[in-house]
């Protein structure tokens, strides 16, 4: 099964994409399901859900953290208890780490090796302790950014997600997660996730609207 396991909604304020057109988008491109990661809140992203059972597409929830070394994805958290920083960006990369893991989710560095600002921990990532698997494939990258995720997750033998990052319709599904085992829910993710049974990779039925 195929998930886009990385996209963003209005909800994250930095864009005017409609959660009814990105659910509606994903199904007729065939897609099992997405999971949103809306900026720095994972409460934000509760009406997107709503929308998704209502339009009978699976739709998990995780966030993206704004750290000091890059951001990053984090499933398996229920509410946003777990930003004890009291501050949206630049948060303690490692300390973060620990905090999600310690809350039972896990962490997935999000565009490793996109070059702007401070949003990617770049070659530092393969100093990185804690993580559960590396975004292999993003659908805002170029794809020499994403061949070198590739080339580290494999040198870190960590397994691989693929999302599309999207804050446009036309963006959802470019590049998403292959599933070996049955998702249908955040507990399932984090299980086939742990395993190994996934691999990021370009969405083959993607094509722009």
Same mark, same amino acid.
């Given at each position: 099964? !195929?998930?886009?396991?990385?996209?963003?909604t209005k909800?994250?304020?930095?864009?005017w994409?409609?959660?009814?057109? =990105?659910?509606?988008?994903?199904?007729?491109?065939?897609l099992?399901?997405?999971?949103?990661?809306?900026?720095?809140?994972?409460e934000?992203?509760e009406?997107?859900?709503?929308?998704?059972?209502e339009?009978?597409? =699976?739709?998990l929830?995780g966030?993206e953290? &704004?750290?000091?070394?890059?951001?990053?994805?984090?499933?398996? $958290?229920?509410d946003d208890? !777990?930003n $004890? !920083?009291?501050?949206?960006?630049?948060?303690?990369m490692?300390?973060?780490i620990e905090?999600?893991?310690?809350?039972g989710?896990? @962490?997935?560095?999000?565009?490793?090796?996109?070059?702007?600002g401070?949003?990617?921990?770049?070659d530092? =990532?393969?100093?990185?302790?804690?993580?559960a698997? $590396?975004?292999s494939?993003?659908?805002?990258n170029i794809?020499?950014?994403?061949?070198? &995720?590739?080339?580290?997750?494999?040198?870190?033998?960590?397994?691989?997600?693929?999302?599309?990052?999207?804050?446009?319709?036309?963006?959802?599904?470019r590049? *998403?997660?292959?599933?070996?085992q049955p998702?249908?829910?955040?507990t399932?993710?984090? *299980? *086939?996730?742990?395993?190994?049974? @996934?691999?990021?990779?370009?969405? &083959?039925?993607?094509?722009?609207?």
């Open positions: 099964m !195929w998930i886009d396991t990385h996209c963003h909800y994250s304020y930095d864009n994409l409609e959660p009814l057109d =990105l659910i509606r988008r994903a199904k007729a491109l065939g099992d399901g997405v999971c949103i990661t809306e900026h720095y809140s994972y934000a992203s009406p997107v859900e709503r929308i998704g059972r339009e009978g597409l =699976l739709v929830r966030v953290i &704004a750290t000091d070394r890059g951001h990053l994805l984090a499933y398996g $958290v229920m208890g !777990w $004890v !920083w009291d501050r949206n960006s630049y948060l303690p490692d300390e973060v905090r999600i893991n310690l809350l989710g896990l @962490c997935v560095p999000a565009h490793p090796f996109r070059e702007i401070l949003s990617s921990p770049l530092s =990532l393969l100093e990185l302790e804690g993580i698997a $590396v975004e494939h993003n659908g805002g794809d020499s950014d994403n061949d070198l &995720a590739i080339h580290a997750s494999q040198h870190l033998g960590l397994p691989t997600l693929g999302g599309s990052d999207c804050h446009k319709t036309v963006a959802v599904g590049c *998403a997660t292959e599933f070996s998702v249908h829910d955040m399932s993710f984090l *299980a *086939a996730v742990r395993a190994g049974a @996934c691999r990021g990779a370009y969405y &083959a039925p993607y094509k722009q609207a």
